[in-house]
């Protein structure tokens, strides 16, 4: 069991840099936007980065959690994935529209 969580929390780990990565890109752009833009940036960026933290934190319990806990955490995970996912998803769309229209 412990290959197929370290398998999981690997894929995880992977996608979590990914984001990160797309983050910084983010934070880049905000930096040059305009005043009311920029702030809307930065309160998605800030929203982005805490829902990140909350899923880094729940891979860590999953990697010491013993087997017994395994499969709730697993689930409790999946569904802040899920909520992390979406939202990023929804940030980058409003990142795009922000940058096709002046405010």
């Known amino acids: 069991m412990n290959e197929k969580r370290d398998a999981f929390v690997q894929k995880l780990k992977a996608q979590l840099d990914e984001w990160n990565a797309d983050i910084n890109e983010l ?21 982005l980065r805490a829902r990140l933290k909350e899923v880094e934190d729940k ?31 929804k940030s980058i769309h409003i990142f795009h529209n922000l940058d096709t229209i002046k405010l």
């Open 27 to 47: 934070e880049t752009k905000a930096d040059q936007a305009e005043v009311r833009a920029k702030i809307e940036y930065h309160k998605r960026i800030a929203d």
């Open 59 to 89: 891979i860590v319990e999953l990697q010491q959690a013993g087997e017994g806990a395994l499969e709730n955490l697993k689930q409790g995970l999946e569904n802040s994935w899920e909520i992390l996912k979406a939202s990023f998803t």
